[in-house]
């Protein structure tokens, strides 16, 4: 089944300890991006990935980093999680850029006391 | 500053109405407009999408109206029904990688 997935899918933690969201599609997508999803202001992208080893930032970057070493994976990383950070996110794939259809994952969602 | 306007934040119809979300933007250099479906613990689902160069666009019961010299566009939902009851996000992007939301619509259609 094509389908994009997210782990994990609920997380708590406290400011300052170093995360990982993992993102991974089966598609063979070219283009990934995450979003972050909070009440009253939509959902916000933070990074986009238009292939393996190319990252560039989207609206809200700060805070996060990614990588993208491989073509199906796209990792958020939050180094240093402050109540800020405390959303919904989703990782999102398309098979290229130029308005190919977004596949959004299930989503994650975080928790930062 | 929210690139994407939206419009209402939430609206209740009856079955066979149709309600209307409208978005406003302002960065002429948008040329790709999707709108995306939400339903309640799901990620955002595309539900239609149009480009500048047409005015008007239909699949099934979801229509796009684009309105490019008032740099607005709409999603008007024929006939609908309770299963419509979701949260509807406008958004726009210039060059296919950056992608600007609207805040998002609560529909909920009363059978």
Not at chain 2, 14 to 24: E, L, S, V, Y
Request: a positive charge; glycine letters at 8%; hydrophobic letters at 30%.
């Amino acid at each position: 089944e094509a389908q994009v997935t997210q782990n994990p899918r609920y997380l708590i933690t406290v400011t300052g300890k170093k995360l990982t969201v993992t993102c991974s599609q089966n598609m063979n997508h070219e283009y990934m991006s995450w979003y972050r999803q909070d009440p009253g202001l939509g959902l916000r992208q933070i990074y986009y990935s238009m292939n393996v080893e190319v990252t560039d930032k989207g609206d809200v970057p700060e805070g996060y980093k990614v990588s993208r070493k491989e073509k199906r994976n796209f990792p958020l990383i939050l180094e240093s999680p402050s109540p800020n950070q405390t959303s919904l996110y989703f990782c999102a794939s398309s098979l290229g850029t130029g308005g190919e259809t977004q596949y959004f994952g299930p989503g994650t969602r975080l928790l930062v006391l | 500053q929210q690139q994407v306007k939206q419009s209402p934040q939430s609206l209740i119809v009856q079955k066979g109405g149709i309600p209307i979300i409208n978005c406003a933007y302002e960065n002429t250099a948008f040329d790709y407009f999707p709108w995306y479906q939400q339903f309640p613990g799901k990620g955002p689902a595309l539900l239609i999408a149009i480009r500048p160069d047409v005015s008007e666009k239909k699949e099934g019961r979801f229509t796009i109206s684009f309105n490019k010299s008032a740099k607005q566009f709409s999603l008007h939902i024929m006939d609908s029904q309770p299963g419509d009851s979701a949260t509807y996000f406008c958004a726009a992007s210039k060059d296919g990688n950056q992608f600007y939301f609207g805040t998002g619509t609560s529909l909920t259609v009363i059978p």
